[in-house]
Each structure stands twice: as structure tokens, then as C-alpha cells.
């Protein structure tokens, strides 16, 4: 009798455990789970697609631990290349940019946790450069700064008008 209770404990337990803390992650027949947190929520997951040498990851999804996603874009040879997005743990976007082959390129944009504009500039092969503009809560420019590649010289000032009140 004791080994019977112990064992319906045991299985009790473990069933409990396998869904603690996570939601469902619901996957198409072309994905799969990369990397999977600790509770077995999946953390990685990619978008498979046959072509002529086999079978190659397009497509890739990072999850939070409780399931909501974190970013997601394009892949090409294991590397993001393409539009890609992050995202708060609410569920609204954190930055969206391009990635040229596993470095930042062309423009970026990010936002605060509400919603409203944090940010917006240009990556050349991973450096910031141009003008960016930084934006406070209210939405409000308060910031903006000019990066330059190392030797470059600026031909003329930024200008940039005041806002209208």
C-alpha cells in the first residue's frame, strides 16, 4: 500500500511540474524546438524549409520563459538576415531593424514599454551612424546625436526644427 501511494505521489508530482509557470507554445509542422528553458517551455524555435541540399532554418522565434515571445525574424545560415523585431515581456514591441547576415544594418527604431518612440538611427556593419533621435516618454524630442565612422568629418550641420507647440 505504501509503495502504491508513493507512487501515485510520484506521478501526481511530475505531472504538476510539467506545466508550471508556461504557456502553450503552439507549433507548426514545419518547426522545431532548438533550445527549451528548464520547465521544457520552448525558449528557441525555428521555421524549416526544403530545399535543393536538404532541409534549412528560415525563420526563428526567441520565447520568454512564460511563453510570450521575445523576437523573431528571418535566418540564413544559422544567422538573423532580415527584419527582425524584440519585444517586452507585454507583448509590445521593443525595436525593430534589419540584420544583414548576423550584423545590425540599415535603420532601427525602439519604443518604450507603452508603446510610445524611444529611438531612431542607422547601423552601418554594426556601427551606429548619422543622426539619431532620441525621444523622452511624453514622445517629445530630446536628444540627438551624430555618430561617425572613425576619420570621417561632418561637411555640414544637422539641423533639426523645433517642435511646433
Known amino acids: 500500500m505504501k509503495k502504491i501511494i508513493i507512487a501515485i505521489l510520484s ?3 511530475l505531472v504538476s511540474c510539467e506545466n508550471e509557470g508556461s504557456k502553450d507554445v503552439k507549433l507548426d ?5 532548438v533550445t527549451s528553458f528548464a520547465n521544457g517551455a520552448p525558449q528557441i524555435v525555428r521555421e524549416l524549409k526544403k530545399s535543393d541540399t536538404g532541409v534549412e532554418s528560415v525563420y526563428e522565434k526567441e520565447y520568454y520563459e512564460d511563453g510570450n515571445i521575445l523576437k523573431e525574424g528571418p535566418i540564413d545560415n544559422n544567422q538573423r538576415h532580415g527584419y527582425w523585431k524584440t519585444y517586452y515581456r507585454n507583448g509590445n514591441l521593443w525595436n525593430e531593424g534589419y540584420y544583414d547576415h548576423g550584423v545590425r544594418q540599415d535603420s532601427i527604431t525602439g519604443y518604450y514599454p507603452d508603446g510610445e518612440l524611444k529611438y ?3 547601423f552601418d556593419k554594426g556601427q551606429k551612424t548619422g543622426t539619431w533621435l532620441f525621444y523622452d516618454e511624453q514622445g517629445k524630442l530630446k536628444e540627438n546625436k551624430v555618430y561617425m565612422k572613425p576619420g570621417e568629418k561632418r561637411e555640414t550641420d544637422i539641423y533639426i526644427p523645433a517642435e511646433s507647440k
Open 29 to 33: 509542422d514545419n518547426e522545431k524546438v
Open 120 to 122: 531612431i538611427g542607422v
Open 11 to 13: 506521478v501526481t508530482f
